[in-house]
């Protein structure tokens, strides 16, 4: 069945450190792939997209890769802090650079302090 | 408006009861999204405007709901005849434009709990 799947288990960190979330995909060709972040009772907020001819993007502390060919994008924040704890969505153009996007489930962050 | 506006943040209703939960995007914004957020999942689409035309509604899981936006800007979803089921968040987000590389920006959410 066509999905995306991320990290469905809480990941915990230790402050200072780096964060790596995934966000594998299947059955899809997105041009397009996004990143939300999402407190607990707030709405999605937008982060980084990235187009499937880019490999990386960057965004002061975030980090994006987009490989196609896994069909895996993977987001990373480096010098984590405990202010980056939410749940952090990935998000793909279901038909391909088209207005809908279909989200993962989503994977929680928390940062140690 | 500053940001995308839902009302009413939270809403409880009786089984088959109808709700209306109104969406109020940001100012110029074209294109106009509903999704449902069930609890510890991600957002599902539900419907997509493009000013006032309803060009998908696809994700709308059955005929008891109904999204309009009859002038291109406030859009309203309604559910008729709620069920316990319905019980979610509704996220209404909006887009300068339609295609992919526009983000989305939501609001808050409308809480339906359905007893």
């Known amino acids: 069945s066509q999905k995306i799947e991320q990290n469905s288990e809480a990941l915990n960190i230790q402050e200072g450190k780096t964060a790596t979330l995934t966000c594998n995909y299947t059955n899809y060709s997105p041009a397009y792939l996004q990143w939300y972040r999402q407190d607990p009772g707030r709405g999605p907020v937008f982060l980084l997209l990235?187009?499937?001819?880019?490999k990386e993007k960057r965004k002061e502390r975030l980090k994006v890769t987009f490989d196609t060919t896994l069909k895996q994008s993977l987001f990373h924040i480096t010098a984590s802090q405990p202010a980056d704890s939410a749940t952090y969505l990935c998000?793909?153009?279901?038909?391909?650079?088209?207005?809908?996007?279909?989200f993962g489930t989503g994977t929680r962050l928390k940062v140690l302090a | 408006g500053a940001g995308v506006s839902q009302s009413p943040r939270y809403k409880v209703a009786k089984r088959g009861q109808d709700v209306a939960l109104r969406c109020d995007p940001i100012?110029?914004?074209?294109?106009l999204f509903w999704y449902q957020q069930a609890l510890g999942q991600g957002p599902e689409f539900l419907t997509y405007f493009q000013n006032e035309a309803q060009l998908d509604k696809s994700g709308l899981p059955s005929d008891r709901f109904f999204a309009e936006r009859p002038e291109g800007s406030v859009s309203t979803l309604k559910i008729q005849r709620t069920q316990q089921e319905d019980s979610a968040v509704y996220l209404c987000a909006s887009s300068m434009q339609g295609v992919g590389t526009g983000e989305l920006f939501f609001g808050e959410g409308s809480r339906l709990t359905v007893l």
């Open positions: 998000a793909l153009d279901m038909y391909r650079g088209t207005y809908k996007y279909i």
């Open positions: 100012s110029g914004h074209v294109s």
């Open positions: 990235i187009r499937e001819n880019e």
